[in-house]
């Protein structure tokens, strides 16, 4: 069993910066992929960041050079730094794992944390 737990979501203002965690449990280790996801209010699921088993990495564009995806292996936590923040990246912010790193890649992975808000305000 895969348990992911997200926490450090919160509000900040434009600019400012918060840091995700996702706490990884169960068979998971270093050969899955994982990645950041997010869904605003009335939009569609976005894929933020994905990091793959060789430290990977892939970024969407609206994130890129802000955020930066990482992993602690020993901890079992995936991070997402988030900086110069805007209010646009107000949504809410899910990890998501997959054995099969592809499937996290095309934003189908088959495991989910149960999702941290972030909320940014000028």
């Known amino acids: 069993q895969v348990h992911m737990v997200e926490s450090g979501g919160g509000s900040a203002l434009a600019g400012g910066s918060l840091r995700l965690s996702c706490a990884a449990s169960?068979?998971?280790?270093?050969?899955?992929?994982m990645g950041w996801f997010r869904q605003a209010p009335g939009k569609g699921r976005e894929e933020v960041a994905t990091?793959?088993?060789?430290?990977?990495?892939t970024y969407a564009d609206s994130v890129k050079d802000r955020f930066t995806i990482s992993k602690d292996i020993a901890k079992n936590t995936l991070y997402l730094q988030m900086n110069s923040l805007k209010p646009e990246d107000t949504a809410i912010y899910y990890c998501?794992?997959?054995?099969?790193?592809?499937?996290?890649?095309?934003?189908?992975?088959?495991?989910w944390g149960q999702g941290t808000q972030v909320t940014v305000s000028s």
């Open positions: 990091i793959d088993s060789k430290g990977r990495t």
């Open positions: 998501a794992a997959d054995l099969a790193t592809w499937r996290v890649v095309i934003g189908r992975p088959r495991h």
């Open positions: 169960g068979v998971i280790d270093s050969n899955y992929g």
